[in-house]
């Protein structure tokens, strides 16, 4: 996919005039949240759970090339064939010169954020291979010509008439809004993929390597499909999604699916252990499992930035996230969005191509009370943040507007001498008193309505809370 975090400034401030996306990240997570405090309440101890997955993880990273070895001879054991690519190209090329080599025209995909991170579809469709999303969401972007706006879900800013509209323009069928006859449709030109495609292509949830079994975690059955129809079966993993045993992937098969859809348990969890047997009536002739480094080796050598490798890419901190609330998964400008993409992203593309993703963020800390592997995420931005500065002072600078350093620089004079604070209070609730309406402040002038443009503020108070303390003990 073509990258835009480089202009994510400018990316941001289309969302924010979007409103219709707005609203259907609102919805989303509204359901999101509900389900995942339901799901969570059906599960003693979920506090503990997550220490335990986070152990888990910590001790895999920090003993990734001994389990990566233990996965290989395993899946070799099983009859797969594992190939390392140290980068995107060599895993594009790999994947391409398999199927030019046994004759593949169509392959159908389930849903794989690693696959989007390499352009393995425009890569394909170069090659003569035609790449069919068969995942719902992923289906209904790549027809509009577009990336996932959300990790878990896709097509999130999407609305039933839009898609309406787009299966009646590119399939040629009668516009309809309702979700089951969409549905219906989307399965019906896919069950022919699927039953004509001569390789399935999939992502990986989990690798376990005491077995060589890769775990694919979803909800439509299309990755098993993907996985047991075609003669060959190509599975695309990054480096951290090895596990050690079938023990720890119990832990995680309770926290993933209620942290991503908030559910007790993924409609389909499929284990695949090698290719098909011969006494077995599906799976694959071949398997093949391509494990991806793509700079996932040089984070592992920084100690800190080592833990965002924990990530089990369910998507929480996207829906905590007031940054991503409003201005959606686009406008990050590539595959990983929100809090982690804002720290990983960097890291694979360059820093001086997405510096300004770090600062995409309020450090509220929602991400991190959200993330079943409690990964620090502020920290970690924090520490990209430095980064950025270390790659020099004046170009910091220059990065940041002038009012803004300008605003910053008058916050800290207040801070730092009561009286001057006392006296800004004072003086900001007087110059406040024009704009306030209801109860709250719903427009301002000039630059400071970028503020109001798309939210409301509350005023401040009258009176201060010093004065209604000394008030209280009567002074």
Not at 144 to 165: M, N
Not at 223 to 246: C, D, F
Request: aromatic content about 8%; glycine content about 6%; overall charge neutral.
């Amino acid at each position: 996919m073509k990258l835009k975090t480089e202009t994510f400034y400018e990316n941001s401030q289309a969302a924010l005039k979007d409103a219709k996306l707005q609203r259907a990240i609102n919805i989303f997570n509204t359901r999101f949240f509900d389900h995942r405090e339901k799901s969570i309440g059906s599960l003693d101890s979920w506090d503990e759970w997550r220490d335990e997955a986070r152990k888990i993880k910590a001790r895999t990273i920090n003993r990734l090339d001994e389990y990566l070895e233990l996965l290989v001879e395993q899946v070799t054991k099983a009859g797969g064939i594992v190939h390392f690519s140290k980068d995107a190209e060599d895993a594009r090329n790999y994947i391409a010169e398999l199927a030019k080599a046994r004759g593949v025209k169509l392959v159908v995909k389930g849903k794989s954020m690693t696959t989007e991170e390499i352009g393995l579809n425009e890569f394909l469709e170069e090659a003569g291979v035609e790449a069919v999303e068969t995942d719902l969401g992923e289906y209904i972007v790549q027809l509009a010509g577009e990336t996932p706006a959300h990790i878990i879900a896709p097509a999130i800013h999407k609305t039933r008439q839009d898609v309406g509209e787009l299966f009646a323009d590119k399939l040629g069928v009668e516009y309809s809004e309702e979700v089951e006859k969409l549905i219906k449709i989307a399965r019906r030109q896919l069950r022919e993929k699927f039953c004509n495609a001569q390789m399935g292509i999939t992502g990986v949830n989990f690798a376990v390597a005491e077995t060589g079994t890769i775990v694919i975690v979803e909800n439509e059955g299309n990755a098993r499909l993907s996985t047991s129809l075609p003669p060959i079966h190509v599975a695309l993993m990054g480096i951290e999604k090895v596990i050690p045993t079938m023990e720890d992937l119990a832990v995680f098969l309770r926290v993933l699916p209620r942290s991503a859809s908030g559910q007790k348990m993924s409609s389909y969890v499929s284990f695949i252990t090698g290719p098909r047997r011969a006494l077995e009536e599906d799976g694959p002739e071949e398997l093949h499992l391509v494990i991806l480094d793509n700079g996932r080796s040089r984070i592992l050598q920084d100690e800190e930035l080592r833990e965002s490798l924990y990530c089990i890419r369910c998507g929480a901190c996207l829906n905590a996230c007031p940054v991503y609330a409003k201005i959606g998964g686009h406008a990050y400008g590539w595959v990983y969005s929100g809090p982690i993409g804002s720290v990983i992203t960097p890291n694979f593309v360059g820093l001086g191509k997405a510096k300004e993703l770090p600062f995409a963020s309020s450090l509220c800390g929602a991400c991190k009370d959200i993330c079943p592997v409690r990964i620090n995420i502020p920290h970690l931005l924090l520490k990209m943040r430095s980064k950025v500065v270390e790659e020099g002072e004046e170009d910091a600078k220059r990065r940041v507007p002038w009012l803004e350093r300008m605003s910053f620089t008058l916050w800290a004079l207040c801070m730092r001498d009561r009286r001057t604070y006392e006296l800004a209070s004072r003086l900001a609730t007087l110059m406040q008193r024009p704009f306030v309406r209801d109860g709250k402040i719903t427009s301002l002038p000039g630059f400071l309505s970028r503020w109001t443009n798309n939210r409301d503020l509350p005023p401040l108070a009258s009176r201060t809370f010093r004065k209604r303390w000394d008030d209280y003990i009567g002074r």
